[in-house]
């Protein structure tokens, strides 16, 4: 019961944070569309087709000015090898595609396919997890005026750390190395609160500050994280890297 009361009191919190700060941003933010707190929404699996292999299926959502209008769709999936609980590889594909903000119907539409390697490692500290994932990207990028070929490279370094058996809080930060231009063109700093609702459901909301170039964004992050199992007699050997 108390562990169950300092959940929600900590869930209230959080949430009341990020809508004063979604408030706050769009209140001055409402003649620049770009400025305003927007929303990204995530819906990540992993499914179990044998001991060590699984299929992951990402998609995400993405929108400004608090969901009105969207400005991105992403879709990813590949299959992983995992040989212990430690360590995953992953070879894999995705499709997106997405408007800048002050677009004319699809005059603009700007779509990309992927294909990407991916390798992710974690390590328990007591009731803590650092989890380290790279990422290389191969990009095809259709533009309204032109076609490119993109190749990008992105690391992530994440901290989770449990409040209590169901609640937990997590951190990230995320640069993107831009081969072409040979530099960070884009970081991703994550802060954000989750909760498991069940051994194969968790889900997440927290803030997000989102650099791309000389631009910055404000995100209000929703996650929903679910594992299958495709398979039987299966053991977890799970690593929720997500």
């Known amino acids: 019961m108390v562990h169950f009361r300092y959940t929600a009191i900590l869930l209230k919190q959080l949430v009341f944070i990020i809508i004063c700060i979604a408030l706050t941003q769009n209140l001055f933010c409402q003649n620049e569309l770009k400025d305003a707190t927007g ?25 400004y ?13 590949g299959l992983t090898y995992a040989p212990n609980a430690k360590y995953n590889f992953t070879l894999g594909a995705a499709y997106l595609d997405t408007q800048p903000f002050d677009h004319d119907e699809f005059e603009t539409l ?24 790279f990422r290389l990207e191969q990009r095809w990028i259709s533009k309204p005026t032109e076609d490119i070929f993109n190749l990008r490279l992105r690391y992530r370094l994440q901290f989770t750390k449990d409040l209590s058996e169901h609640l937990y809080i997590k951190v990230f930060d995320e640069p993107f190395l831009d081969f072409e231009q040979a530099n960070i063109n884009q970081n991703r700093f994550y802060l954000g609160l989750g909760r498991r ?3 194969n459901l968790n889900v997440e909301i927290g803030y997000m500050k989102n650099h791309v170039g000389p631009n910055n964004f404000d995100r209000i992050r929703m996650v929903f994280l679910f594992k299958t199992t495709l398979y039987k007699k299966a053991k977890d050997n799970f690593v929720n890297v997500n």
């Open 197 to 199: 609702i069940t051994k």
């Open 39 to 63: 929303t990204w929404l995530v819906i990540s699996g992993n499914n179990s087709i044998a001991k060590k292999w699984r299929i992951p299926t990402v998609g995400v959502i993405r929108a």
């Open 65 to 77: 000015n608090l969901a009105e209008t969207t400005e991105f769709g992403f879709f990813r999936t």
């Open 110 to 133: 700007t779509t990309q396919v992927w294909t990407y390697q991916e390798f992710c490692n974690s390590t328990k500290l007591y009731n803590s997890k650092v989890s380290q994932r």
